[in-house]
């Protein structure tokens, strides 16, 4: 199992950008499907973005595609979050993940960093 730990979460306001990292310690780092996932409070998590393990595939919710991009650097054993245009609703606490195939499915996610929190304000 990768152990994945998050960074690059901040209080930012409405219509700024953050770029959100997630560093992999796992030796089969670039085997993984890795994915983004967003939790609010009070709210199920939810699947934000997938990439598939050599980066030649990807997936976006509906409420963040166009405004998020997300990348990996398998040389890095990193995942990445760019997102622009911030906005209040995307307050949450954001999440990495991995599986070994892949899947939109959060139930199908076997690794679990522990989160960075985003808070967006109007």
């Known amino acids: 199992q990768v152990q994945l730990v998050e960074s690059g979460g901040g209080l930012v306001q409405a219509g700024d950008s953050l770029r959100l990292s997630c560093a992999a310690s796992?030796?089969?780092?670039?085997?993984?499907?890795m994915g983004w996932f967003r939790q609010a409070p009070g709210k199920e998590r939810e699947f934000v973005a997938v990439?598939?393990?050599?980066?030649?595939?990807?997936a976006y919710a509906d409420a963040v595609k166009g405004r998020f991009t997300i990348s990996r650097d398998n040389g890095k054993n990193t995942l990445y979050l760019q997102m622009n245009n911030l906005k209040p609703e995307d307050t949450a606490v954001y999440y990495c993940a991995a599986s070994k195939r892949y899947t939109v499915m959060i139930r199908r996610y076997e690794s679990w960093g522990q989160g960075t929190q985003v808070t967006v304000s109007s």
């Open positions: 990439i598939t393990s050599s980066g030649d595939n990807t």
């Open positions: 796992g030796r089969t780092f670039s085997t993984y499907t």
